[in-house]
């Protein structure tokens, strides 16, 4: 099993009056190293990077990895001018980051051709192993599978973030064997795990890691049933928190543990009453 496996935690940036807070990241990293995670996302979409400004992403980043010690981090990376990433990716080369996740260019809905040409690009020039992301209902464009059968032909593409919901591209990854697949879809970690799958990237793993973690282990030691048993436990909690945009939820969910603040920046708003009650019912039973 490669370094991309096991239950990974893409975190969310606290804020407290405005600003990060960066003793309660400090906090959350120390909790999911205990829980046994394989690893953490720094500056993902649940990390809302695109409210940052470049020095307080900076900032993050550097907190988590100080915290983090040992325990691997994945810098997210993101937006839709390749000459922009490339300069992101030559500064991370400097970092002691495990990897890099990349998303496809949003907005601007580049062909299957460009697709390759920007993540060849990244990749050539990146010094850490590179982990695709591909989330179509974000970018506005998917990584069809010729695509990312011929990207999984790079030595430094290593991976996959799969939020593409088609059960058929899943398989095929992991039939192909050259990429690591992570499920990104919360609801479907389960189903990718007993298909194969390396791993997950999930949201849902701020709340109850140590479960998610046990869930994983049980799947990857073939001990099925005692899988599929945490799975449904942890089943409501998944929906709650899936049920209104991200990190919304899991921000409420970790307030009502007072773990950070429940702050988030515009255009993001709290999650709803209802949901933050449900929330509390769930996470403090």
């Known amino acids: ?21 960066h003793a309660a990241l400090r906090t959350l990293v120390g909790r999911y190293a205990e829980a046994g995670v394989s690893g953490l ?25 100080e915290a983090a010690r040992e325990l691997p981090v994945l810098a997210g990376v993101a937006g839709n001018q390749t000459a922009h990433l490339l300069e992101r990716v030559a500064r991370l080369n400097e970092l002691p980051v495990a990897g890099i996740l990349v998303s496809a260019p949003y907005y601007i809905r ?30 506005g464009v998917r990584l069809e599978l010729d695509t990312l059968l011929t990207l999984a032909a790079h030595p430094r593409i290593q ?11 899943t398989l095929a990854l992991i039939l192909d064997g050259r990429l690591q697949v992570l499920a990104g879809d919360d609801a ?4 990718t795990l007993c298909m ?8 849902s793993a701020h709340v109850r890691p140590e479960r998610f ?4 282990r049980a799947l990857a030691e073939g001990r099925l049933v005692e899988g599929r048993a945490i799975y449904h436990e942890l089943a409501p909690l998944v929906r709650a928190l899936c049920s209104e945009p991200n990190p919304a939820p899991v921000k409420a969910a970790l307030a009502a543990q007072r773990l950070l603040r429940n702050e988030l920046r515009a255009p993001m708003t709290r ?3 209802a949901l933050g009650r449900r929330l509390a019912e769930l996470v403090l039973d």
């Open 1 to 21: 099993m490669g370094m991309f496996s096991g239950i990974w935690v893409p975190l969310v940036t606290p804020f407290a009056d405005g600003a990060v807070d």
């Open 41 to 65: 996302v720094a500056l993902g979409t649940t990390g809302e990077p695109a409210a940052l400004s470049e020095a307080e992403s900076d900032a993050v980043l550097a907190t988590i990895l």
């Open 110 to 139: 580049p062909s299957q051709a460009g697709l390759i040409e920007h993540f060849t690009a990244l990749a050539d020039l990146s010094t850490k192993p590179v982990v695709l992301y591909d989330i179509p209902y974000r970018t």
């Open 159 to 169: 991976a996959i973030k799969d939020c593409a919901g088609s059960t058929e591209t």
């Open 188 to 191: 479907n970690i389960f189903n």
């Open 196 to 203: 194969g799958g390396s791993g997950a990237i999930a949201a």
């Open 213 to 216: 973690v046990a869930m994983y």
């Open 271 to 273: 999650a709803t009453e």
